[in-house]
């Protein structure tokens, strides 16, 4: 059974950081890359970070570049989004998400999702 779980969200001061993780099972995940969206109240979901699983190529939204940072252990089929300088507008729930090989440039062809993570940067 693949799965996708999402952990380390919580509530986060602006200006503060925090890691929020996706463990995978049920499926090769060394072959897949996985990314990271999120979906603010009333909003849209939007990509927000990827990496691929040939070479480790990372990819990030305009908004979170500097902030954000995207690593993968295969050891553990895990990967981390290290978020720092945290803004209110980073609040949402998290997901993550899956799909074959490389990250897309339209942030499209995710096969697998998780359930999310709410982030919540508030003082």
């Known amino acids: 059974q693949v799965q996708l779980v999402e952990s380390g969200g919580g509530l986060v001061q602006p200006g503060g950081s925090l890691r929020v993780s996706c463990a995978a099972s049920?499926?090769?995940?060394?072959?897949?890359?996985i990314g990271w969206f999120r979906q603010a109240p009333g909003k849209e979901r939007e990509g927000v970070s990827c990496?691929?699983?040939?070479?480790?190529?990372?990819y990030y939204v305009d908004s979170v570049k500097g902030r954000f940072t995207i690593s993968r252990d295969n050891a553990k089929n895990t990967v981390h989004l290290q978020m720092s300088s945290l803004k209110p507008e980073d609040t949402a729930v998290y997901y993550c998400?899956?799909?074959?090989?490389?990250?897309?440039?339209?942030?499209?062809?995710?096969?697998?999702w998780g359930k999310g993570t709410l982030v919540t940067v508030s003082p």
């Open positions: 998400a899956a799909r074959f090989l490389k990250c897309s440039p339209n942030w499209n062809g995710m096969a697998y």
């Open positions: 049920g499926f090769i995940s060394d072959y897949y890359a």
């Open positions: 990496i691929s699983s040939s070479d480790g190529s990372t």
